[in-house]
């Protein structure tokens, strides 16, 4: 592993999730064990309009992009400089899925190894209380200069995981995040891989809590593994942005699906998840019944 080939990506884009998301920046640094090797940045025309609260954010606007090369014009660097080398990334999902989606448009099919930077540092650099780049790098003294542009953040993140491989000398924590089995790269960046492990693979509800512990999805389930898995895998938006707020899961088993039907909408009505906004206004919509059974008395 120490000639291992890694590169150290970051993307800015038009801000649409991952569906329809368009690149308009990218850094990408490539390693060989921890020597840096090569690095390639450019600013990228997304092909479509840049909303103002990226430009507010990034800094990066229309006008800057306008002459910046398309995604096509660029690829074959790309695929030049990933080719043999895992793929890292802060909350890599994001960055290797908008790759993935850009990739597509060109027909080409765009796969690699992929190790996240969020989810390695939670193991090897416990107990913090955010994981967010620029939480770490100030809890580590890691300089990240022009946040959220491309070159920036790549550069912190390099330092970053060159750390995490003096932390993991033999590998263990890496090569267990590689392993085809492990749930570590398709896992949203703050959920413990332990959470999933335990869940349960009966009928009742579950509930997706944020890093303060409040409930932001309750949903039913068949099998409450498998469906809290699903959720991972799915590439909509709002299941990757589901994914992203996640850090805790509950689960509550019932036996039937008639008890999980009726405790789901019980827990959506108290605490008005902002993930179930169909189900919602679906449950504002029902009027509720009583069976009342009257029993005459004879004399």
């Given at each position: 592993m120490q000639d291992q080939l890694y590169t150290v990506i970051d993307v800015e884009t038009t801000g649409k999730g991952i569906l329809g998301n368009r690149i308009t920046e990218i850094c990408i640094v490539l390693l060989r064990g921890n020597k840096i090797l090569d690095k390639f940045t450019s600013l990228v025309n997304p092909e479509q309009n840049i909303p103002p609260f990226i430009t507010g954010l990034t800094g990066i606007d229309n006008d800057m992009v306008r002459k910046a090369p398309k995604f096509h014009e660029?690829?074959?660097?790309?695929?030049?400089?990933?080719?043999?080398?895992?793929?890292?990334?802060?909350?890599?999902?994001?960055?290797?899925?908008?790759?993935?989606?850009?990739?597509?448009?060109?027909?080409?099919?765009?796969?690699?190894k992929k190790l996240c930077t969020v989810r390695l540092s939670r193991k090897l650099i416990p107990g913090l209380f955010s994981y967010s780049l620029g939480r770490l790098c100030s809890s580590l003294n890691i300089p990240l200069l022009d946040r959220h542009r491309a070159e920036g953040d790549t550069d912190a993140t390099v330092i970053l995981f060159q750390r995490i491989l003096k932390l993991d000398p033999e590998f263990t924590v890496i090569n267990s995040f590689l392993n085809a089995r492990s749930k570590e790269a398709t896992l949203p960046p703050h959920l413990d891989v332990n959470i999933i492990n335990t869940l349960p693979e009966e009928t009742g509800i579950y509930l997706f809590k944020d890093q303060k512990g409040k409930v932001i999805y309750a949903g039913k389930a068949k099998n409450i593994k498998q469906r809290v898995i699903s959720h991972f895998y799915d590439k909509k938006n709002k299941e990757y942005a589901l994914g992203q707020d996640t850090h805790a899961i509950d689960y509550e088993v019932t036996g039937n699906e008639l008890i999980a039907l009726l405790l789901e909408a019980e827990k959506i009505q108290k605490y008005y998840p902002k993930f179930n906004r169909a189900k919602k206004n679906q449950w504002r919509r029902i009027e509720l019944y009583n069976i009342l059974i009257e029993k005459e008395s004879y004399s």
């Open positions: 660029i690829a074959e660097r790309i695929i030049e400089m990933t080719t043999g080398a895992i793929f890292v990334a802060h909350n890599v999902n994001f960055d290797y899925n908008v790759l993935k989606g850009e990739f597509r448009g060109l027909g080409y099919t765009f796969n690699r």
